[in-house]
């Protein structure tokens, strides 16, 4: 059955590729650890290092032959594994540690650049082998290099752990210490959740969920450009208009990550997952969500009227992207990770985007407090807040929320730090220096909330 | 890929044997081109054509090779792309 598509519907997805960094952002191959027990740390260990492996191994080859076939860049490869807490019973910090190095290990001997799943899943309480993982935590993101730690402190239906809360303010600080010769960067690799996602394929955040498959191809997508690009074409058209231009970009994008997530699937004989409606930028100039929201005729991104752009263009990703893909899941909203957006950094530095106002969109988008580089002599007590507020509009709001924050060791506001690429670069942001100690060291756990009874 | 086709794009600044140089590529291996159409965009020679590989000789990225070493001779773009990439995005 021959047919022909348009010349400008040929060099509409071409120009998309080509000069408005379309891409694939990521595929995360999910691996279920679920039968890597065992009576002791090494055969435990061995079991891990060696399912990632088989698992694992074709992952890098089939996406770059998709790459190749559809000519679509796929930017990241990368593995999520179910969350090590659940699955290995190891006897103390040191052994997890040398788990972690495994998990390192595999993801360098199948080629991926991150491997998350060094998570544990606190919200309401800690398992023995909950607290060894998360003590574990600086040690296995200062001596490893790939592997992604994530620990998920409050739910909708559970409420808040304080007392979680507290500890991930001193792993933070902890961890940032511990790589402070490489500016905390192992702080990147650490995020603090509320009603995390069990299928989400994007790092630091990624874990294979328990009610998940023994393995899923899971794709995040990308495309901002395009999203900046359709707007720029429309500089007097009203807000309904450009919510309907973005609607229709979203499809567009979106349906690359179907159909390349469709083929992933297939060539690796696994579950496909999800599609990740993501607008997730890159440090590359043009792929930033900052600018988006200025092409809607913001001055700077973080002034006045940024909550509500935001807001319209994270439902207008979603209610395109929804249509183009069969099963949506992950995070699926609009990113504003700062070191990320070069949007973002330079509104940091003109002085219009704060803590505050960043808080205040990701009641409105995907995902958090995201890649946001602190002065190094923050407190345990004050991050320990910052996570408590963000989580807070995460429970109430029935929506996932994140902190990833770097508290740059040595570093005060307005200084710049390089974390080096996708990682991009970063302004240390101010932060309100009141003192919130006495709440957060009451501990116990905030109830869940009533929007929690919905039965 | 269930279909064996892909897309073939050409751009550059128009010139004598454009077309000639990209067909006999396609000639050689044994590609089917479907259909073609040629235009000029905004001065740029613009080519967009509809290739069956299922007979070809190489396999794509073969192929994708030789066309790369085909635009360097010619200077113009070339891209190569299956034809689902297109479907995908703009049929429903």
Redesign the interface.
């Known amino acids: 059955m021959p047919f022909t598509f348009g010349i400008d519907e040929i060099l509409e997805t071409i120009r998309m590729i080509e000069a408005e960094h379309l891409d694939i952002r990521t595929i995360t191959l999910g691996i279920s650890l679920n039968d890597c027990s065992g009576s002791d740390a090494e055969t435990i260990i061995r079991k891990i290092y060696n399912k990632i492996v088989k698992y694992g191994e074709n992952l890098v080859p089939v996406a770059e032959e998709i790459e190749r076939d559809y000519g679509i860049p796929i930017i990241n490869k990368r593995v999520s594994v179910t969350p090590l807490s659940l699955i290995a019973a190891l006897r103390d910090e040191e052994e997890y540690v040398r788990c972690a190095h495994a998990m390192d290990r595999a993801a360098k001997e199948i080629g991926v650049d991150f491997i998350g799943g060094f998570t544990a899943l606190v919200h309401k309480g800690f398992t023995k082998q909950d607290r060894l993982l998360v003590n574990a935590i600086p040690g296995a993101l200062s001596e490893t290099e790939r592997v992604c730690s994530s620990v998920n402190v409050a739910s909708t239906k559970a409420g808040i752990n304080m007392d979680a809360v507290n500890i991930m303010g001193q792993i933070i600080k902890e961890t940032a210490r511990r790589t402070a010769h490489k500016e905390s960067i192992g702080c990147a690799k650490l995020v603090v959740f509320c009603n995390a996602p069990e299928d989400n394929p994007f790092m630091a955040g990624a874990f294979h969920g328990a009610g998940e498959p023994e393995a899923a191809v899971n794709v995040g997508v990308s495309g901002p450009g395009v999203v900046l690009k359709a707007i720029k074409q429309l500089p007097h058209a009203d807000l309904g208009t450009i919510a309907e231009i973005i609607k229709k970009t979203a499809f567009k994008v979106t349906r690359m990550g179907e159909l390349v997530g469709r083929a992933a699937s297939e060539r690796l004989k696994v579950s496909f997952g999800i599609v990740d409606l993501s607008l997730a930028p890159t440090p590359a100039v043009g792929d930033s969500v900052a600018s988006i929201l200025e092409a809607m005729g913001l001055e700077s991104c973080g002034g006045p009227g940024t909550t509500a752009a935001l807001a319209m263009l994270n439902d207008a990703v979603k209610k395109g992207g929804a249509m183009a893909s069969s099963y949506v899941g992950g995070l699926s909203g609009a990113f504003i990770p700062v070191s990320e957006d070069a949007g973002m950094v330079e509104a940091v530095e003109a002085g219009s985007l704060s803590l505050e106002k960043l808080e205040a969109m990701t009641s409105v988008c995907s995902v958090g407090l995201d890649m946001i580089a602190l002065p190094g002599d923050v407190s345990a007590e004050t991050i320990a807040a910052i996570i408590a507020d963000e989580a807070a509009i995460g429970m109430i709001n029935n929506k996932t929320t994140a902190v990833r924050v770097i508290p740059v060791e040595g570093k005060k506001a307005g200084d710049r730090v390089e974390f080096g690429g996708l990682l991009g670069s970063a302004v240390i942001m101010d932060y309100k220096k009141f003192d919130a100690t006495g709440f957060v060291v009451r501990g116990g756990r905030i109830p869940a909330p009533i929007q929690a009874l919905n039965n | ?1 269930k279909s064996n086709r892909i ?1 073939i ?1 050409v751009v550059g600044i128009d010139k004598v044997g454009i077309i000639a140089g990209v067909t006999s590529v396609l000639a050689k291996y044994n590609a089917n081109i ?2 073609i ?1 040629q ?1 000029i ?1 905004q001065e740029f020679f ?1 080519m ?1 054509m ?1 290739v069956d590989i299922a007979q070809c000789t190489v396999d ?2 073969e192929l ?1 090779q030789l066309l790369d070493q085909c635009a360097q001779e010619l200077q113009v773009k070339i ?12 049929r429903i």
């Open positions: 890929m897309v794009t479907v259909d159409s235009t965009m613009t967009i509809i794509f990225s994708k891209t190569a792309q299956h034809e689902d990439v297109f479907r995908y995005m703009h």
